[in-house]
């Protein structure tokens, strides 16, 4: 099994930044691909970013140029950096672990507002 645990949400206003992180843990084996999804109130979930494991990313349009996907594979861990954040990026954002398996974590909130 897998655990994916993700951090580094909160409040921030239009225009604003933050960090997102996620850590795997558990029996992780071959070369997982690490995404971000996220889900606002009353929308379906969606990719945001995903990242290979060479380090190859894929962004969603509507966040290309504002956010950042890298990753640690040492560490297991996988980052999220958001710039110029916008209304409209308001949701759950949740970590995905894809690759000898299909694990996800339980997301972080990330609210932008003034």
């Known amino acids: 099994q897998v655990q994916l645990v993700e951090s580094g949400g909160g409040l921030v206003q239009p225009g604003g930044s933050l960090n997102l992180s996620c850590v795997a843990s558990?029996?992780?084996?071959?070369?997982?691909?690490m995404e971000w999804y996220r889900q606002a109130p009353g929308k379906q979930r969606e990719l945001v970013a995903l990242i290979t494991y060479g380090g190859t990313p894929t962004y969603q349009v509507s966040v290309k140029g504002r956010f950042t996907i890298s990753r640690d594979n040492a560490k297991n861990t996988v980052y999220l950096e958001m710039n110029n954040l916008k209304s409209e990026d308001t949701a759950v954002y949740y970590c995905?672990?894809?690759?000898?398996?299909?694990?996800w974590g339980k997301g972080t909130q990330v609210t932008v507002s003034s």
């Open positions: 558990g029996s992780i084996f071959g070369s997982p691909t």
């Open positions: 995905r672990l894809f690759g000898g398996g299909d694990y």
